[in-house]
């Protein structure tokens, strides 16, 4: 996937600004706080409709602004897009191609960015829910069915959650049947992705940083069974706890995801330059493994890059992100001497951007 033009009116501290983006790797390149985040997550808007840094919509429009705009020409699974975000106060509309988006299915199985950031980063750590929808957008991609499945997941759990509330505790044994229907091939997939990043996650880790591996990803469902019977077994004796609490407690909903290094465990016992390194190797094993399975590179957005990682490993991350087919966006406050005549350079000064050579 390819980013072609960026558009922004009132988004951030941009006012107005029209870019045009070619392939490979570009650079924004300025002092802090001039905005080159603001256009990493302008990109990730476009791929994920949401932010990464917000959940309210008020910070990304411009102070004195009642509305922000952001548009994109977008080259997906061979089809050239256009897609343009409007956010006003609260409300967010979204256009593919001049119609309102409809079914989000439709975008999720089209674009993808893969982040690396600070505050993602972050979030990533704290949070297991973080963690799950991470791979789950990843898995919506990457299997056709599973973006419906996990729907239908969510649409079961939240008819169990209302008896549950409401105390009709006679129809809840038939949800619990569908709900054991509906959870094995979740775990499923969730495994056999996490497999899939196993075989790669070493050899990345290795080639950026030489540390003491191995890194491994786990995998830990909440419901560890991939025959309905017994998950619906499950269901059932934990069926008095969760009609006692009053929702539904159990399920994928509550799964997690760790990696560790022999007996270390990520949020834990990691450094935190271990664990960034980590998160990159988990990062390029997923893109491995979407350039492998279905041809399709996203768009790498990679925020304050060089100052987050030791010198040694910006430079083997330097030499990887040569080889990739990727569109790539790079922050820094100054573009690496190994990188100095590669790559599509655009400086950042209070909300302008110029272009600096290629
Ligand atoms: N809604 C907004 N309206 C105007 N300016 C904003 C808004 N949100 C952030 N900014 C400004 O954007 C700048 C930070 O941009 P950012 O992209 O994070 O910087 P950096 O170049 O360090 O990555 C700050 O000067 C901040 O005041
Ligand atoms: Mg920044």
Known sequence: ???????????????????????????????????????????????????????????LIREESVAAKIKGKVFTRGVDHKVELELFGQAKRVLLDQKPLSLSSEYIQ????????????????????????????????????????????????????????????????????????????????????????????????????????????????????????????????????EETQGFCGTGPHKDNYLMTMGPKRDRFNFSQGEYRTAFLALLFSLNQIFAERLDYRPLLLLDDLFSELDPEVSRSLVKEIEGLKNQVFITTTEVPHSFADRGIRYRVNQGLVTFAGN
């Open 1 to 59: 996937m390819v980013i072609r033009s960026l558009g922004l009116a009132d988004f951030r501290n941009y006012p107005r600004l029209e870019l045009e983006l070619g392939e490979g790797v570009h650079f924004f390149y300025g002092s802090n706080g001039q905005g080159k985040t603001n256009l990493l997550e302008a990109l990730y808007l476009l791929t994920h409709l949401r932010s990464y840094r917000t959940q309210r919509l008020r910070p």
């Open 110 to 241: 089209r674009f993808f960015s893969i982040l690396f950031a600070p505050d993602q980063l972050s979030h990533f750590k704290e949070t297991p829910a973080e963690r799950r929808s991470f791979f789950d957008r990843a898995l919506c991609l990457l299997e056709p069915g599973y973006f419906g499945r996990l729907k239908e997941y969510e649409r079961i759990k939240a008819q169990k959650n209302q008896l549950l509330r409401d105390k009709k505790f006679k129809e809840l044994g038939l949800w619990n049947e569908f709900m054991a229907q509906a959870i094995p091939p979740l775990v499923e997939a969730r495994q056999a992705l996490t497999g899939e990043i196993n075989q790669r996650l070493e050899g990345y880790f290795q080639a950026f940083s030489k540390a003491k591996g191995p890194l491994h990803l786990g995998y830990k469902p909440d419901l560890d069974f991939l025959d309905p019977q017994e998950v619906s077994k499950e269901l059932q004796e934990k069926r008095p706890q």
